[in-house]
């Protein structure tokens, strides 16, 4: 109920957004940074890419605390982010790192005990359209630093990179999905939820798992590529110069099926899930913070950065694309548990 109204507020926003300047309805803009300071930082930013902004040293320390390195404050440690409580600790974290950037921490209540967390970005011309760049927050019983602490900071620093990009045209709504070890549950319900209350999304972008690069050849795979995403990333890639490779893949089984499935065009990102080179640590109690290749996570965390940031500026998609069947691509099942407390092997 409390998301409800609040999902409403996104799209009562954006319509008194498109029909009056946003100057005359100081009262509804989402939160920004508009001290002198940030406009000054702004400008002299406006001509670097935003991908240039991600910093490992910040991704780092977010990782340190999310999967129980280092403390969190006075509440200590996060051990692992599969019972209620770690991930309640985990929400009062994003929580207060997003009111540290400027955001307002907007937490969607969907079911007892289920709650996920968002954060919305507004662009510079009033819009309805929205962008979902989203990661599930939860692990099973450990740590969880790869499965999915790495996806969890790569949106958090998205957050903080995409604030600083000026010019934005489209929405841009964060969201850290909460029991999707359980069955995808809280992105189904924020999907279903956003179609239900009619918000344009014209595309989802879905990180899982991205912090492990066993051959160091720097490929990601993107999974389950909808609509111009497959091309889009692609022409980023080279246009940017990040030049990083990527496997196309079938895969599901993660957040950004709940909103294929709502009709939103979707993509994963994560490391070599389906082609093996991923972490040997997967839903064991070795998902560690020590295991994670920091340099992995920071150039994948780029290339997301600047294919949002180019989204957002409302870049055109290549022309003649090829639009192949995901289903020409290999996959590999996922392991979804039915509690948290199921047995770790
Ligand atoms: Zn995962």
Redesign the pocket.
Known sequence: MQYKALVTSFVALAALNACAGSSLNPGLQAPRTNSQANLNSLAARRNQPVESLVERTRMEKHLAALSGKTQVGPEGLIPERGSVQGRALTRAYLSKALEGIGYKAEPHAYRTNGTNMTARLMADVPTDEYIVVGA?MDSVKNAGAD??ASGTVAVLEIATVLKQLPNRKVNVLFAWFDE??IGLIGSRYLAKELRKQGMKISSMHNI??LGWDGDKDRTIELAQPDGILWDYYNMVNKTHGLNIPFDRTNTGQ?DHESFHNEGFHSICISEEYTSGDMTPHYHRKGDTFETINLDYLTSSTRLVAAVVGDLSLKVPAPANIQRTPNDRFPSRKRELHGSYDEHLH
Do not use: G
């Open positions: 599930h499965d999915n999707e070890e899982d798992m993660s």
